[in-house]
């Protein structure tokens, strides 16, 4: 299923309204693309991408993007809001990359997946990004550079953002550019790794923020936490920056890199 709206301000969203688990676009594949945004904070555009067989979900807006997988995995393809933010759910399943990282002959090799100013996403039943193949994303922080060949849109690039990423199973989750700001990191049955791309730029860091804030759609957020089950692991190209008051809590053990190799 391909869906454009494509004219002035035009939008792809539910007018119904719905309910969670009511998916509103329905196939093997799905491919969202509008000139404004797609779907609302109150209201996620419902989908159900591999209906009948594995397929892969893309969606690129002007403004931001709001997705729901009613049921089963979502295999990210792209996820571009080029001047707003991300919010990107599964009901039951994980939120995977469609391409190996470790397949440099693959047709989009550490492109990034979400490219977006504030990111959040969510996955019950499953995890985000997988142990071999991190999500990659391109937003959630400051300091993103223009033009870099990893970016969904080369003529762009994200203004200052935050991370919100709550995976059951897990999470997996790589910053392609720039500083990494986290607001919550949780899987409540698995690890957390995060991992900050180590390039020659300066400020390839990760910083959990301290003052809190909310997620896209309205739940407060009163401090920055990092929380698993088992394991926590923080990779950064520069610094580590755990701000007072934050909480960084894991079942068995917390590991730390900063200007790693």
């Known amino acids: 299923v ?5 004219g002035v301000d035009a939008a792809l969203y539910d007018v119904t309204g719905g309910t969670l688990t009511t998916p509103q676009v329905i196939g093997n594949s799905v491919t969202l693309i509008a000139s404004a945004g797609i779907g609302t904070s109150t209201n996620f555009l419902e989908i159900d991408s591999s209906n009948q067989a594995a397929g892969t979900v893309t969606a690129s807006a002007t403004d931001s993007v709001f997705l729901l997988e009613t ?14 933010d991300a919010a990107i759910t599964t009901l039951a399943g994980s939120m995977l990359d469609v391409e190996s990282d470790l397949d440099p002959q693959a047709v989009d090799y550490l492109l990034t997946d979400i490219q977006a100013r504030n990111i959040d996403l969510s996955a019950t039943g499953g995890m985000i990004g997988a142990v071999g193949n991190d999500l990659e994303i391109y937003g959630a922080g400051r300091g993103q550079i223009l033009n870099v060949p990893f970016a969904l849109d080369r003529d762009s690039v994200p203004a200052s953002g935050r991370l919100v990423a709550d995976g059951e199973d897990g999470v997996y989750l790589q910053e392609m550019s720039g500083a990494l700001d986290v607001l919550r990191a949780t899987s409540s049955a698995g690890d957390v790794r995060l991992t900050v791309h180590d390039s020659t730029e300066r400020d390839e860091s990760l910083t959990l923020l301290a003052a809190g804030g909310s997620t896209l759609t309205g739940v407060v957020i009163a401090t920055g936490s990092i929380a698993a089950a088992d394991r926590i692991e923080i990779f950064a190209g520069d610094d580590v920056t755990i701000e007072a008051g934050t909480v960084v809590s894991a079942g068995n053990t917390v590991f730390i890199q900063g200007d790693r190799p």
Do not use: P, R
């Not at 391909?2 to 494509?6: K, N, Q, R």
């Not at 049921?71 to 707003?84: Q, W, Y």
């Open 71 to 84: 049921f089963g995995d979502l295999n990210l393809e792209s996820v571009l809001s080029v001047m707003g």
């Open 2 to 6: 391909s869906l454009t709206a494509s």
